[in-house]
């Protein structure tokens, strides 16, 4: 049986937990993106030099995360699941085995500072 929802169904019923993460930056061919949620397997984002992408495209965004005292960039390879006006769906391997924690220690601080 083949799934039938679109491209944006498909990025909205991503299996993992979403954050919503301000501390974590994000750039796209040297553009800043604003980041609308991350999860342990996928961003949704808005980034200027988007509009071309379509679903498949292969791309890499730079991730800025704080960790400890540092900021440490991380680099994500993955692919285009859909691009509309809510944003640009990108979905990508787990960069470390500890990406799943680092997002919820992050979101956990954050919601404690808000």
Known sequence: MSDKSS???QAD???SQRYNLKSISAVYLGSPCEIIDVSPTGILLKCDGTESLKRG???TINLSVP???HIVPVNV???VISNSDRGLAF???KPTQAWQHVLRILNIKEKKNS
Do not use: H, T
């Open 13 to 15: 019923n991503r299996g």
């Open 67 to 69: 960790l400890m005292s």
């Open 7 to 9: 491209p944006e169904q």
């Open 91 to 93: 979905d990508y391997a």
């Open 57 to 59: 495209d292969v791309i």
């Open 77 to 79: 390879d993955g692919f």
